[in-house]
């Protein structure tokens, strides 16, 4: 499925719009502004929360935990010693973690599991915020992969100001 993910331009939070080919939005993520850490609501079109996003504060290096209906979905880790590139891990419970890998800082990348590419991320030099395209696999979690996507967005550019 091929998603398009837009940051809001004038949002007091990290807030980003997630729609499908067509442009017809489908998901919502509602950042909180204020708050101690990111802390991000991923709703899908009717406003209900699918997922939540949590920066973990008291960790070594930029970690995020992504629950769905309180159970932890995944906890995305920013690898620190890495030379020239960013590398992340996706931690998921069982056998099927993910590495995000590739360009991050011109959002290049593919997020890979057991040596198979199940997403692509692609920016768009489109408008004023930055846009991405991503391209999930068929039989692949698009929430984990989206609520993923975020996360690496608010890794590699968090002194953004909204």
């Known amino acids: 499925m091929q998603y398009v993910m837009k940051e809001k331009w004038l949002a007091l939070g990290n807030d980003f719009a997630i729609t499908d080919a067509s442009g017809r939005e489908v998901f919502y993520v509602d950042g ?86 199940v997403a692509t991320v692609s920016k768009r030099w489109i408008s004023l915020t930055d846009s991405y395209g991503i391209d999930v696999a068929e039989g692949t979690d698009d929430v984990l992969i989206l609520a993923c996507a975020v996360v690496i967005d608010l890794c590699c550019h968090e002194k953004r100001d909204h």
Request: glycine share 6%; aromatic share 16%; charged share 30%.
């Open 32 to 117: 909180r502004a204020f708050s101690l850490g990111d802390k991000l609501s991923f709703q899908d079109a009717s406003r209900r929360e699918v997922a939540f996003i949590r920066q973990r504060l008291l960790s070594w290096g930029p970690t995020y935990e992504v629950t769905r209906g309180g159970e932890v979905l995944a906890t995305v880790k920013k690898k620190l010693f890495t030379l020239f590139k960013h590398r992340f891990f996706v931690d998921v419970p069982g056998p099927n973690d993910l590495e995000a890998k590739g360009d991050f800082f011109d959002h290049e990348y593919e997020f890979v599991q057991q040596d198979r590419v």
